[in-house]
């Protein structure tokens, strides 16, 4: 009789409390998934914004170099004024 009853608690309680757990579980893995899915379609759109990115490092390099170039003589000349 009392294999009866355990079997009466299994199933009124112990079954519906895993289905209850089970679907939160599976209810997280769906946004986890649509959420990857968005950073997915996001990071192939963002590649195809990288194409340019050796020409103007180049530019920048050589932008950087014209500055420098510049704030080297300006500080020359600051030197011989205030020296």
């Known amino acids: ?49 990288f194409e340019n990115v050796p020409e103007t490092l180049a530019e920048t390099g050589a932008t950087v170099e014209a500055v420098s170039q510049g704030a080297v003589r300006y500080a020359g000349s600051v030197a011989k004024l205030l020296g």
């Open 1 to 49: 009789m009392l294999w009866w009853i355990g079997n009466i608690v299994l199933l009124v309680v112990v079954v519906p409390v895993l289905v209850a757990l089970l679907n939160r579980v599976l209810a997280a893995l769906e946004r986890i998934r649509a959420a990857s899915d968005h950073i997915l379609a996001g990071g192939g759109a963002l590649a195809g914004e």
